[in-house]
């Protein structure tokens, strides 16, 4: 095994543990709820908390990359979020519990744009996408986070035992994996720092096509289920399977992308990527039943699956911002989306229906194929991106 092969594994590895500390904090959420007497509003605002600490951290996170490394930061998020997944299973008040989910939350997104930073110098090395494929791994482990926490709870593990358990992993992952980090250095070219500057027009397109994924994406984490009992009028032992068929959609379609990408080009596939989810959606709004709305989901799934992974790559190579500060800008517009997206939902399904809400979100993928096919001249500055 080369030395290059021996990096992707550590850092698919770390990209891995990332996913299954956000799964087993999710699996035990209903347990926190039971612990601390909390209504759904009051979940709520909790679950606000993660979201709140992801958006304070990702400034922070383009500073602290451009001026210690992406690998430094990586190290220092991963030992911090390894430490405070299970002072959340520990928390014995509210007081204590908020602040620590807000700087879970934090330590997340720094760790994500750390990762990516370190997957980006990583994919220039090979000189062919791979990013894709370290997102497919995080979304394996939320599979697998699920799984261990769905037999932690048959086995009344309580969650600050499950959490040390995850967290004493992690730490063995990260011993074995540090080693192969890729060691890189402050740039002091292009911007850095904490102020807040204006993308240039590439950082804005994929802005744009990175806020739209993140809010189908969004979307569809937070509506299958319902759709699928409102609107699908399925049997209740088959609620899941919307959400069940679009996560494991999106999960395969990572480990493929990859390929696709170096066949066809970035900017066509994030075109095909649009097309998908608007054909996914619109099959489920104009058949609402289980056969086609399954379909129209694992559609909708393949399409999300590339446009984070593609919309990181392309920020990397932007030839104004170092990779951690570009990718901090880019995660900044896109997070907006996943915020945006399922009230949106909520709030046109009351408005006017669940499916008319579904019909939008097919509207924004529609709008992730325009803004891949008009001025490609925007991507001429990254390597291989506009390849047709």
């Known amino acids: 095994m080369t030395l290059l092969q021996k990096r992707r594994i550590a850092l698919g590895s770390l990209f891995f543990m990332a996913g299954l500390c956000f799964s087993s904090w999710a699996a035990r959420i209903p347990d926190i709820q039971v612990k601390f007497s909390l209504s ?23 500073w602290a990359v451009h001026h210690f490394g992406s690998r430094i930061v990586v190290l220092i998020s991963v030992i911090g ?13 509210l007081w204590m519990l908020v602040p ?7 330590i997340g997104n720094m760790m994500n744009i750390s990762l990516n930073t370190q997957a980006l ?10 990013l894709a494929s370290f997102h497919g791994l995080w979304s394996l482990a939320g599979f697998t ?13 309580l969650p600050n035992i499950h959490y040390l358990i995850i967290a004493s992993i992690v730490l063995i992952v990260l011993v074995l994996a540090q080693g192969y980090l890729v060691s890189d250095k402050s740039n002091s070219a292009g911007g850095g720092g904490l102020l807040i500057k204006k993308p240039d027009d590439l950082l804005l397109r994929i802005g744009g096509i990175a806020f739209l994924g993140m809010l189908c994406e969004g979307c569809m984490f937070d509506w299958s289920g319902v759709y699928f009992k409102k609107v699908v009028e399925i049997e209740p032992g088959f609620v899941a399977l919307g959400y069940v068929s679009f996560m494991g959609a999106m999960a395969s379609g ?9 066949k066809f080009g970035r900017v066509l596939i ?35 699956a590339a446009i984070i992974p593609i919309s990181y790559s392309i920020a990397g190579r932007s030839k104004l911002y170092t990779p951690g500060v570009a990718l901090a800008l880019v995660s900044t517009i896109s997070f907006f989306g996943f915020l945006i997206g399922p009230p949106l939902i909520g709030f046109i399904a009351d408005l006017l229906s669940l499916k008319a809400s579904f019909a939008l979100v097919a509207v924004a993928g529609l709008g992730i194929a325009v803004l891949s096919s ?13 390849k047709q």
Do not use: H, W
């Open 40 to 62: 759904e509003s009051q979940l709520g605002s909790l679950l606000l908390g993660l979201p709140v600490g992801s958006l304070v951290a990702l400034p922070i996170a383009g």
């Open 81 to 93: 979020y390894m430490t405070f997944l299970p002072l959340i299973g520990f928390s014995q008040s």
């Open 100 to 106: 620590v989910v807000v700087v879970f939350g934090m």
């Open 121 to 130: 110098a990583l994919e220039d090395t090979y000189g062919r996408s791979i």
């Open 145 to 157: 986070g699920a799984g261990i926490g769905a037999v932690m709870i048959y086995l009344k593990v």
């Open 254 to 262: 990572r480990f493929i992308s990859d390929r696709m990408n170096n």
């Open 270 to 304: 994030l075109r095909m990527s649009g097309i998908l989810i608007f054909c996914g959606l619109m099959l489920s709004v104009l058949f609402p039943v289980p056969v086609f709305a399954t379909i129209g989901f694992l559609l909708v799934g393949l399409g999300v």
């Open 374 to 386: 008009i001025r490609l001249q925007v991507f001429e500055s990254v390597d291989e991106v506009t």
